[in-house]
C-alpha cells in the first residue's frame, strides 16, 4: 500500500526548533522544498529566519517563508511584521503561507471575528506581496474555528494530517491539497531530532509553476510607481 512518502516532492518546514540545520545533507536526502518560519503575531521574528533561508537557497532548494497567526493581535501589524521581514519576494521564492492552528488561542473570539481577521491577513499580505497566500491548517481547524467559511476556496490548502493513509483528509470547502503535513517526527538527514516532512501534490515542473515570477513579486508601492512611470513615459517621450 502506498504511503505518505511515496506522493509528490518530498520537503521540510523549519524554525529556529531545528537550529543549526546541514542543507546540503538535507538535499542529498530527497528533500525538494523548503518553508521556513518568519513571523509570529506583531513583534516575534524567528531568530533562525535568515540563516534557514540563505542555507537552503546555497544549496539550490525552493524557499517560502510563514507567519504563524495570533488571532487575539492586530492583523494590520501582523502583516506590517510579516511583509517587514520577507518582502519583496524575489523570483524563484514559493508563495507566503499563513500558518493557523492552536485552537485554544481561538476560544472567546466568535465564529466571524475569526473569519475576519484570517481574511484580512490574507488579503493584506495579497495586496503587498502581489502574490496569493497559501493557509496551512488542519482538517479540524477548518470546520471547528472557521466554520468552513466560503472565503477559504480562493486559497490554496496546505493540510496538516498525520497519517500513513494514500492520502490527507481534505475540509470543506477546499475540494484539494497543495501540501500535506503528514509528519511531524521523522527523522532526516542533517536536521537535530525530529523534523517536520512535507509533501507536494504535484510533480517539479508543478513546484516551479508555483515559484515567484520576476514581476509577480513586486510590492503594491513598486507597482504603482511602475505604472505611473510608464504613463509618464507614453505621454512624454
Given at each position: 500500500?502506498?504511503?505518505?512518502?511515496?506522493?509528490?516532492?518530498?520537503?521540510?518546514?523549519?524554525?529556529?526548533?531545528?537550529?543549526?540545520?546541514?542543507?546540503?545533507q538535507v538535499k542529498d536526502?530527497?528533500?525538494?522544498?523548503?518553508?521556513?518560519?518568519?513571523?509570529?503575531?506583531?513583534?516575534?521574528?524567528?531568530?533562525?529566519?535568515?540563516?534557514?533561508?540563505?542555507?537552503?537557497?546555497?544549496?539550490?532548494?525552493?524557499?517560502?517563508?510563514?507567519?504563524?497567526?495570533?488571532?487575539?493581535?492586530?492583523?494590520?501589524?501582523?502583516?506590517?511584521?510579516?511583509?517587514?521581514?520577507?518582502?519583496?519576494?524575489?523570483?524563484?521564492?514559493?508563495?507566503?503561507?499563513?500558518?493557523?492552528?492552536?485552537?485554544?488561542?481561538?476560544?472567546?473570539?466568535?465564529?466571524?471575528?475569526?473569519?475576519?481577521?484570517?481574511?484580512?491577513?490574507?488579503?493584506?499580505?495579497?495586496?503587498?506581496?502581489?502574490?496569493?497566500?497559501?493557509?496551512?491548517?488542519?482538517?479540524?481547524?477548518?470546520?471547528?474555528?472557521?466554520?468552513?467559511?466560503?472565503?477559504?476556496?480562493?486559497?490554496?490548502?496546505?493540510?496538516?494530517?498525520?497519517?500513513?493513509?494514500?492520502?490527507?483528509?481534505?475540509?470543506?470547502?477546499?475540494?484539494s491539497w497543495l501540501f500535506?503535513?503528514?509528519?511531524?517526527?521523522?527523522?532526516?538527514?542533517?536536521?537535530?531530532?525530529?523534523?517536520?516532512?512535507?509533501?507536494?501534490?504535484?510533480?517539479?515542473?508543478?513546484?516551479?509553476?508555483?515559484?515567484?515570477?520576476?514581476?509577480?513579486?513586486?510590492?503594491?508601492?513598486?507597482?504603482?510607481?511602475?505604472?505611473?512611470?510608464?504613463?509618464?513615459?507614453?505621454?512624454?517621450?
Open positions: 500500500m502506498a504511503t505518505a512518502a511515496r506522493v509528490g516532492l518530498f520537503g521540510l518546514d523549519v524554525s529556529h526548533w531545528q537550529g543549526q540545520v546541514d542543507w546540503k536526502a530527497g528533500v525538494e522544498f523548503v518553508y521556513v518560519k518568519a513571523t509570529e503575531g506583531i513583534g516575534y521574528v524567528d531568530s533562525w529566519y535568515d540563516r534557514h533561508i540563505a542555507g537552503a537557497k546555497a544549496v539550490g532548494l525552493p524557499c517560502g517563508s510563514y507567519h504563524f497567526f495570533q488571532p487575539t493581535e492586530s492583523v494590520a501589524k501582523q502583516v506590517e511584521n510579516f511583509v517587514h521581514r520577507v518582502g519583496p519576494l524575489k523570483a524563484g521564492d514559493l508563495p507566503p503561507v499563513l500558518d493557523v492552528e492552536m485552537p485554544p488561542d481561538w476560544s472567546g473570539i466568535n465564529v466571524s471575528e475569526r473569519i475576519k481577521g484570517v481574511s484580512d491577513w490574507l488579503a493584506a499580505v495579497e495586496q503587498q506581496l502581489g502574490v496569493t497566500p497559501i493557509i496551512y491548517m488542519s482538517p479540524s481547524f477548518a470546520g471547528d474555528e472557521l466554520d468552513h467559511a466560503a472565503f477559504l476556496k480562493k486559497y490554496q490548502l496546505w493540510v496538516a494530517h498525520y497519517t500513513l493513509a494514500t492520502a490527507p483528509t481534505v475540509p470543506a470547502p477546499f475540494t500535506w503535513q503528514y509528519s511531524e517526527t521523522t527523522a532526516v538527514p542533517g536536521v537535530q531530532g525530529h523534523a517536520n516532512v512535507n509533501r507536494f501534490n504535484g510533480t517539479l515542473d508543478d513546484l516551479k509553476q508555483l515559484m515567484i515570477k520576476g514581476a509577480a513579486n513586486q510590492t503594491l508601492t513598486e507597482r504603482i510607481t511602475s505604472s505611473v512611470q510608464g504613463l509618464f513615459n507614453r505621454l512624454f517621450k
